[in-house]
């Protein structure tokens, strides 16, 4: 079974500027999240997806990040325009098991100059 | 508290038992769960328990939960170098699941 892709793995970029990370969940996966995780920290959700409906985004800021997932499957995570602070990884988690076990993908590193 | 916490660091001796901790904040979290994370890599589910239990073996792994205290520990027997790695204690809070900071593994020769 292969597991949850992600892309790009590293992105340097300047603030200011726009970024897009690209998640593909486990197929049959029907709930998606999205999460940051801060060097030294444990993951904070972003954003969670049941199918291409949003169940919850209340950390995202909204006003520079934005999620979507269209079709129910793949789904982006944008930020415009990046600031010094979200230098941090973008991890990607799909699930579908009764006990909300979540798989993980490998993650995107951002770092913002 | 507002946070699951966890200690930071734990360094122990190969073939020793490491015991990793964890305090989470809501009694009501259905399942509380232990993840490791390797270097350049996501985390990686090891065992969950259920709320309703207070132990849980899986081979070198041994969950305990004591769920008065709102205490979680992770126990492995005979460590490896191979374990050394970051372990996140989590647990399912309204519906999200909320992790700790971490506790950095490592394991000596």
């Known amino acids: 079974e292969a597991g949850v892709a992600q892309s790009p793995r590293y992105k340097i970029i300047e603030k200011r500027q726009s970024v897009a990370f690209w998640c593909n969940p486990i197929?049959?996966?029907?709930?998606l999240y999205w999460y940051q995780q801060i060097l030294g920290q444990g993951p904070k959700l972003l954003i969670q997806?049941?199918?291409?409906?949003?169940?919850?985004d209340s950390q995202l800021p909204k006003d520079r990040f934005s999620a979507e997932r269209l079709k129910g499957v793949d789904s982006t995570l944008k930020i415009q325009p990046a600031k010094l602070e979200d230098s941090a990884v973008y991890l990607c988690?799909?699930?579908?098991?009764?006990?909300?076990?979540?798989?993980f993908g490998p993650g995107t590193r951002l770092t913002v100059l | 508290g507002e946070d699951v916490e966890q200690s930071l660091f734990l360094s122990v001796r190969e073939g020793d038992s490491s015991v990793i901790n964890c305090t989470y904040t809501?009694?009501?979290?259905?399942?509380l769960y232990w993840y490791k994370q390797e270097p350049g890599a996501g985390l990686q589910l090891l065992t969950y328990?259920?709320?309703?239990?207070d132990m849980k073996q899986d081979q070198r792994l041994t969950v305990l939960l004591n769920k008065k205290d709102k205490h979680l520990s992770l126990r492995i027997a005979d460590t490896q170098t191979g374990d050394s790695a970051i372990y996140f204690c989590?647990?399912?809070?309204?519906?999200?699941?909320?992790f700790g900071a971490g506790t950095r593994l490592t394991v000596k020769p």
């Open positions: 988690a799909s699930g579908a098991t009764t006990y909300n076990e979540q798989f």
């Open positions: 197929s049959g996966h029907a709930t």
């Open positions: 989590a647990e399912t809070y309204n519906n999200d699941m909320r």
């Open positions: 997806f049941q199918n291409n409906g949003v169940v919850d």
């Open positions: 328990i259920f709320s309703n239990m």
């Open positions: 809501d009694s009501s979290s259905t399942y």
